[in-house]
């Protein structure tokens, strides 16, 4: 009813160590993704194994758990050695469709590469990324996603807090991350950085040709160019933008500290850790291209065979960032604006005059009641509201892009706050609404609002 693959473990030794998740002694199933269940094309049997196969508590058919090694940069900082510190892949399995999709345990326990870490995870952190990368999906923006949620049973510490364990069962299109390829890169393993690339092109980019190195980066820099325009586009912030949670599949991936802005300010930033705010809604951008560079640089070596020319073919592609994510982000803003072509000039004058004002509501009521109906919200974009009316928007396409409904800091904080206390129906309450961001909120209303004054200022943390 279920039947692992792994090609992985058979591909791509030296990549990964060999070893079985953590016995959760109780394990009970706190959220099942029955929608994604659906789209994987398992059986509805699955779920009555949910818990247990999950969680660690046993392993389904032809698992092969592994953690996987990968180093990567963290703040700017290269850690040669990271790798999965608190997950193991179970393996792939493949849908309806033929598409492969690995199945990993996260907060199943340590590992080598667990460091000064406990292995383990929490419940409000899992259901956090179950509800986040599940307004992800609902918003048509790739992203890994969570299958389910299990308690463990444990005990899990953190700050002198005692708080219910958890494993989330995360989907992916893959786990290579650009850290993956700076693991070999970083240890000169040449044979088996090109059997990461010829794996990463055969899985993700398969109209490429077997070491086109430089077809992969052109493919990654789209993929990843478009992912960040459209976080841009619903004022995402991710939070941890380190090369080991960039994903080559071009998919979202490491729910840790990200969360959604709500009063527009280019600084805005909710990483505890995250002083200097290299990555503030705003700086994504640039952070995308400084995250790319690293990944040319692993990948040198298979540009060319003559350094120097590998050198220009990389230093070319990486001049054409910024115009391919600036192309990308325009069409973004585009249909957020309900216009058919690009105009950098509107969008620059409407940032101008948004600061504070709430991204989502303000293109969700444009959307809705047009020009007029907004000024109130944005008094000092009268002139710019004219203008835009003038261009004749489309409302109705906007309706598409512009969501009435994310998750709110605020709602997201006590659906965990109560899960955390054995109460589990706000979470399941705001994961139905958050299901269908497009609709209106009429009627739903409590979802849409931003947080009432006294919520102050959101702070996520990472790794918890
Ligand atoms: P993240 O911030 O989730 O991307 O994690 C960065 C690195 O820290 C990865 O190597 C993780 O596996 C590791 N890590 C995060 N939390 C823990 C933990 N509680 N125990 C062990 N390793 C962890
Ligand atoms: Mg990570």
């Not at 933008?241 to 909710?270: H, R």
């Not at 109705?396 to 709602?411: D, E, F, Q, S, T």
Request: aromatic content about 10%; overall charge negative; hydrophobic content about 45%.
């Amino acid at each position: 009813m279920i039947r692992f693959d792994n090609t992985w473990v058979r591909d791509l030794p030296g990549s990964f160590l060999r070893l079985a998740p953590d016995v959760a002694p109780d394990p009970q199933l706190l959220a099942w993704n029955d929608a994604l269940a659906a789209e994987l094309g398992l059986d509805p049997a699955v779920k009555s194994h949910a818990a247990r196969w999950f969680s660690g508590a046993e392993l389904p058919p032809g698992a092969d758990p592994i953690a996987m090694a990968y180093a990567g940069h963290q703040f700017g900082g290269f850690s040669p050695q990271l790798g999965d510190g608190r997950a193991h892949l179970l393996g792939e399995i493949v849908d309806g469709q033929g598409r492969r999709w690995d199945i990993q345990l996260k907060g199943s326990g340590r590992t080598p590469f667990s460091r000064g870490g406990d292995g383990k995870a929490a419940i409000g952190p899992m259901l956090r990324e179950y509800v986040i990368s599940e307004a992800m999906a609902a918003m048509g923006i790739p992203t890994t996603r969570a299958l389910a949620v299990v308690a463990t049973g444990e005990t899990v510490w953190r700050d002198a807090d005692r708080l219910p364990g958890a494993v989330v069962a995360r989907v992916a299109a893959s786990h290579i991350r650009v850290g993956s390829f700076q693991f070999f890169a970083s240890r000169g393993e040449m044979d088996k950085l090109r059997a990461l690339m010829n794996y990463t092109i055969a899985r993700h980019y398969p109209h490429l040709a077997a070491d086109d190195a430089l077809g992969l980066f052109d493919a990654v820099t789209r993929a990843q160019a478009r992912l960040v325009a459209r976080w841009m586009g619903v004022g995402f912030v991710h939070g941890v933008m380190n090369t080991d949670n960039v994903a080559l599949s071009g998919e979202t991936i490491d729910y840790g500290p990200c969360a959604f802005m709500e009063g527009y300010a280019p600084g805005t930033v909710f990483s505890s850790i995250d002083r200097q705010g290299r990555y503030a809604y705003a700086n994504q951008p640039l952070i995308l291209g400084w995250n790319l560079a690293r990944l040319a640089e692993a990948l040198l070596p298979f540009f060319d065979s003559d350094e120097a020319r590998a050198v220009d073919l990389a230093n070319a592609r990486l001049g054409d960032i910024a115009g391919i994510y600036e192309a990308e982000y325009q069409a973004v803003m585009a249909a957020k604006l309900g216009l058919a072509a690009p105009d950098a000039g509107l969008v620059a004058d409407l940032l101008a005059g948004l600061s504070g004002v709430d991204w989502t509501m303000f293109f969700r009521r444009l959307s809705e009641e047009g020009g007029q109906a907004v000024q109130a919200m944005a008094p000092g974009l009268a002139e710019w509201l004219a203008r835009w009316q003038a261009m004749n928007p489309d409302l109705a396409a906007m309706r598409k892009v512009n969501p009435a409904i994310i998750p709110r800091n605020h709602l997201v904080e006590a659906a965990l706050e109560a899960a955390t206390a054995g109460e589990m129906a706000p979470f399941h309450a705001l994961v139905a609404e958050i299901r269908r961001p497009f609709d209106s909120a009429t009627g739903r209303e409590g979802f849409a609002l931003p947080a009432p004054e006294g919520f102050g200022d959101y702070v996520t943390f990472c790794g918890t």
